[in-house]
């Protein structure tokens, strides 16, 4: 078997002036099958986020409850964590004395201290409505909310199934994706995980209706134009750039839009928009230049991940499409990359990380 280098649309290499107006230059990236080197004794469930840490390990969230009885005993833990190489080096996390483990794991990241934060995206009863903090060992630190205690947007103690996590290590700040069961962002103090601040689609509060289901995928439907709604819909995804703009994949309204750290509204684009399936922007991760001039977006439901000028926010490419061969998607989650550019991409029906390697 063999594939080819998934290529993206390429902007010629210039010097001065031109080449900050130009678009990146994008990298050719190749799939690396076969890099994951888990133990024989264990497997894998369904994978829903990754995460690298300073020293480039990578860190993959799954859900062993998820892999069939007969291959219960084989489950690796939640938090399984390698190197750079893929080698296993440890892994940690399920129930345990003094904090609530979700029923649904869903995010993970890992913050410049090695502290391991993790949430889940339970509506059950109880839901997931709290978010854990562990050290790189798996020693608990910290639990923000309780199980089944969200009292909606307003309430600043708990989440309500939050879906993603991102630790701003210079400002001690620690961003919520509160997007399952509430509709906002919502900002807690790092270390004390006191509230600090929240806002929704604009900028503006959290509406206080509830969110509007999202078409059935290929159902008929008018192509939507404007500016989209004015709440969150399934709020997915946070990212925080180096110049200090925060990212936010909106995906069931098929949008990212940019805010600064205090919440106020910048910009947005569309993702994938009037596409056959509604939800698009799942998850963010940019390159590791100096600049980040590049944004990656996985589209969950169309099964292929979009690349932009970060600044411009101007669609430069896509990658992959749906399938279960290298580079190809089934359900391209939360995504992450390394200093060296290496991209990882968690998929939930494909029970699998993907790692795409940039071509030098």
Known sequence: MFWLPIVLAAAAVTSGPAAEAAPPAMP???????????????????????????????????????????????????????????????????????????????????????????????????????????????????????????????????????????????????????????????????????????WSAFGAPPPADPAPNPRAVGAPFVPETGDGPQGFNGVHAVELSRDGLVYVADRNDQRIQVFTRAGRYLRQTFVDRNQPSPQTASSIAFSPDVGQRIMYVSDWGNSRLLAFDRKKLALLGTIGGKGSEPGQFSGPHLIATDSRGVLYVAEVAGRRVQRLVPRR
């Open 28 to 198: 050719v990236l190749v799939p690396d099958a076969g890099w994951l080197k888990l133990p024989a004794d264990m497997m894998l469930g369904d994978v829903s986020a990754v995460a690298v840490d300073a020293h480039d390990n990578l860190w993959v969230l799954h859900r062993p409850r998820s892999l069939p009885e007969t291959d219960r005993a084989k489950a690796a833990p939640p938090v399984v964590m390698f190197d750079g190489n893929g080698h296993y080096l440890r892994g940690f996390g399920g129930p345990g004395a003094g904090y609530d483990w979700p029923t649904t794991e869903h995010s993970i990241a890992v913050d410049r201290e090695g502290r391991v934060w993790i949430g889940g995206n339970s509506r059950g009863t109880p839901a997931d409505d709290m978010i854990l903090v562990f050290t790189t060992d798996g020693r608990f630190l910290r639990q923000i909310g309780k199980p089944g205690a969200s009292q909606g947007d307003a309430d600043t103690a708990n989440l309500h199934a939050p879906a993603d996590i991102f630790v701003d290590d210079h400002a001690h700040e620690t961003y919520v994706a509160d997007g399952y069961g509430n509709r906002r962002i919502i900002v807690f103090d790092a270390d004390t995980g006191a509230f600090k601040r929240m």
